[in-house]
């Protein structure tokens, strides 16, 4: 898909999302290498778009693009920078799920498929699986992108994350 089209669906679907408080203070915490968590996370975003479009094409199989990008936008919204030791936040890789559920449920109404995608998107070092296939989408481009992150310390869509 052309950067054009990443952009017109992040906006259509997730713009009260993307220009919230909440999510733009993401943009002063760090997920992996130099990439900020806002960065991440629309970086999550497209790379769910990219995968449904290849599951549409080869296998003609529709997923929810909405539920996809705003539970994709909000998977890591736990608002703090995890590499600051802090006794709220020990253990953040196998908590830091439920944090962003719990800011995101206060902060944006969720249907029952983003709060799927939130809580279980840390399969399997959380050991509840996802439940719906945009779920599952959503574990798959996470890790793709934080592989991508930490081992080349940049995200490709960076540019797309600078427009927000
Ligand atoms: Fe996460
Ligand atoms: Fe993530």
């Not at 990443?6 to 130099?34: C, N, T, V, W």
């Not at 996370?41 to 705003?70: D, G, M």
């Not at 709060?115 to 439940?131: E, Q, S, T, V, Y």
Request: glycine letters at 4%; aromatic letters at 12%; a positive charge.
């Amino acid at each position: 898909m052309k950067p054009s089209t990443y952009h017109r669906k992040l906006s259509q679907f997730g713009a009260d999302i993307l220009h919230s408080p909440g999510m733009q203070s993401e943009k002063h915490y760090m997920q992996h290498g130099d990439v900020s968590v806002f960065a991440h996370s629309i970086a999550v975003a497209c790379t769910c778009l990219w995968i449904a479009r290849l599951l549409q094409l080869y296998l003609n199989f529709r997923l929810n693009e909405r539920v996809l990008i705003r539970g994709a936008l909000l998977h890591d919204y736990f608002l703090y920078d995890w590499h600051v030791p802090d006794k709220s936040h020990r253990l953040h890789g196998f908590f830091h799920a439920k944090l962003a559920f719990q800011n995101a449920s206060r902060d944006f109404a969720l249907g029952e498929i983003e709060r799927d995608m939130i809580l279980r998107h840390m399969f399997p070092l959380n050991p509840c699986p996802p439940a719906y296939p945009e779920s599952i989408i959503l574990c798959i481009a996470d890790k793709l992108c934080a592989a991508e992150e930490t081992l080349s310390r940049k995200s490709r869509y960076r540019k797309i994350s600078s427009r927000y």
